[in-house]
């Protein structure tokens, strides 16, 4: 079978796509790749040697009327472009990971009687997958979300270089718990400002590597240096699951991929959720990872005090030591139960 694989710009969207992408090739089905052609999807498609279409397609929540206009005018675009592409590759089903870009496609899907998958990695769902939704043969969730029509629990995809490392128990016992910090690809201006002062008057008993983002990094280690605290300071780790592996506990965004890869390595987080992320979905993720007991939750608007407290409180009642013994196989396993309910549905 010949499946439309639709994911773009964000790593949420596409590492996702790129997994499941994988085990359908394994499965000797062909695949063929719709986004935006950004480096994102460059890097994460490259091993995949799958014929990509790029569309033009900006966001639509959030923005002015005039860029929701001309919105508009390239989901109509995008509609005619893509359905040509169906016709041509003769696409039998199609794979949408979230994103304004599946909107598009998954018309251009329904038009021509093809049948249309979603996934939803966050816990709260996003707009297109919500309007593809209506007619989606089944909607896979990476969290669990109630009133979805057609849904199954799958778990978020997450990259075999993610999967769980277990660790000797005798690492627990050393002298300095090891902390990984990291705000994103693009790093964190909250965090990045305010865990030196935060982790102050606890550095003796850590040691601390911080991922900072592009152009941050003397900024970020001046304030580790004002504070008297040694930290591996870098704008990028190339191998952030060696860092989550190396860590007893991790500080992070919530974004929901990175929530699921690092649960699945049996670690847990001090989770800060990006303020002003669409519907509020960042917090809505870290409340389900701190209800699973994986992570607490510390929110900007709290004083930078509580951070400290919430650190400290990790530390003294061990929660990393309590988190490492959790077993959580959803994420491990979400690409393995996509593939085979897709393949079940289709051979029907």
Not at 56 to 75: C, P, S, T, W
Not at 135 to 159: D, K, M, Q
Not at 165 to 185: M, Q, R
Request: glycine share 6%; hydrophobic share 40%; charged share 25%.
């Amino acid at each position: 079978m010949k499946f439309l694989i639709v994911a773009a710009k964000t790593g949420g969207h596409v590492f996702p796509a790129a997994t499941v992408s994988k085990k359908l090739i394994n499965k000797d089905h062909q695949i063929i790749l719709i986004g935006t052609g950004n480096n994102i999807e460059i890097n994460a498609y490259e091993d995949l040697n799958s014929k990509q279409y790029q569309l033009n397609i900006d966001g639509f929540r959030g923005k002015n009327v005039f860029i929701k206009i001309r919105v508009l005018f390239q989901i109509i675009t995008n509609i005619f472009y893509l359905l040509k592409v169906i016709k041509e590759e003769r696409i039998d089903a199609m794979i949408g990971f979230g994103g304004f870009i599946n909107v598009p496609a998954g018309i251009a899907c329904f038009i021509k009687g093809i049948p249309v998958f979603t996934h939803e990695q966050n816990s709260v769902m996003g707009s297109a997958n919500k309007l593809l939704s209506k007619f989606a043969v089944i909607n896979f969730l990476g969290f669990e979300i109630s009133n979805i029509n057609n849904s199954i629990f799958s778990g978020n995809p997450i990259r075999d270089t993610f999967r769980d490392y277990s660790k000797d128990i005798t690492e627990e016992l050393e002298d300095k718990i090891k902390v990984y910090i990291t705000g994103g690809s693009q790093g964190s201006k909250y965090i990045n400002l305010n865990m030196p002062h935060a982790l102050e008057p606890l550095s003796e008993y850590l040691l601390i590597k911080h991922q900072c983002g592009l152009d941050n990094l003397e900024q970020v280690k001046s304030g580790y240096e004002s504070n008297n605290i040694e930290a591996e300071v870098l704008e990028f780790f190339n191998n952030p699951e060696e860092q989550i592996k190396w860590s007893d506990f991790v500080v992070s965004r919530a974004g929901a991929l990175s929530l699921s890869e690092i649960t699945s390595m049996k670690k847990g987080a001090l989770m800060i959720p990006l303020p002003n992320s669409i519907d509020n979905h960042q917090y809505e993720n870290a409340k389900k990872i701190e209800d699973m007991g994986m992570g607490i939750l510390h929110e900007e608007d709290e004083d930078i005090s509580y951070l400290t407290d919430k650190i400290n409180e990790i530390i003294k009642d061990k929660k990393y030591i309590n988190w490492k013994k959790n077993e959580l196989t959803n994420h491990v396993n979400a690409a393995n139960e996509i593939v085979k309910h897709i393949e079940e549905y289709l051979n029907k």
